[in-house]
T-cell receptor
């Protein structure tokens, strides 16, 4: 158990819908990262927050957005969902920056039908 | 941009030694991570190399050559449970921030 929690574990929805994925980092970690992993694909970095502020942006679509709240939990919002958005979405946290070990949550498996 | 290259798949025999290579081309390089990921599960940290040389941690060792843009993960006394994907990731400095990019991973199959 990494100490990072993600909810929900599984999510099934239809095209065009909007969903919110939630992540709680390890106690004391200030940075949260979101990754997308499609079937047999590598981890695609989406976005990083540090202490409530956006720190780095990767290959995140405009239909996707995220935020980190004062209690440091984070949410990833996916809208106008397409079939290709079906993937495993991981959240990771670290104490501060990306020179440190990232601890990954169990992931949310999203299936868009 | 960042360019990370690792073999897609490897097969090795239980009890043997396997070396998984990773080459990278990264400006502002800080260090290199190795993560293990079992199918459908979250990646877990194995090692982080900043300086050149070999770091040993039990059955797993990781090597880094900054000048060559090259790293490898060495797994000894392979066990069936070592069947997993091994992800190489580089930490680098860009645009005023530290960032990390993952490779696509090497899927290792350990056979009896």
């Amino acid at each position: 158990d990494s100490g990072v929690t993600q909810t929900p574990k599984h999510l099934i929805t239809a095209t065009g819908q909007r969903v919110t994925l939630r992540c709680s980092p390890r106690s004391g970690d200030l940075s949260v990262y979101w990754y997308q992993q499609s079937l047999d694909q590598g981890l695609q970095f989406l976005i990083q927050y540090y202490n409530g502020e956006e720190r780095a942006k990767g290959n995140i679509l405009e239909r996707f957005s995220a935020q980190q709240f004062p209690d440091l939990h984070s949410e990833l919002n996916l809208s106008s969902l397409e079939l290709g958005d079906s993937a495993l979405y991981f959240c990771a946290s670290s104490v501060a920056g990306t020179q440190e070990t990232q601890y990954f949550g169990p992931g949310t498996r999203l299936l868009v039908l | 941009g960042q360019n990370i290259d690792q073999p897609t798949e490897m097969t090795a025999t239980e009890g043997a030694i396997v070396q998984i290579n990773c080459t990278y081309q990264t400006s502002g390089f800080n260090g290199l991570f190795w993560y293990q990921q079992h199918a459908g599960e979250a990646p877990t940290f194995l090692s982080y190399n900043v300086l050149d040389g070999l770091e040993e941690k039990g059955r797993f060792s990781s090597f880094l050559s900054r000048s060559k843009g090259y790293s490898y993960l060495l797994l000894k006394e392979l066990q069936m449970k070592d069947s997993a994907s091994y992800l190489c990731a580089v930490s680098y400095y860009s645009g005023g921030y530290q960032k990390v990019t993952f490779g696509t991973g090497t899927k290792l199959q350990v056979i009896p």
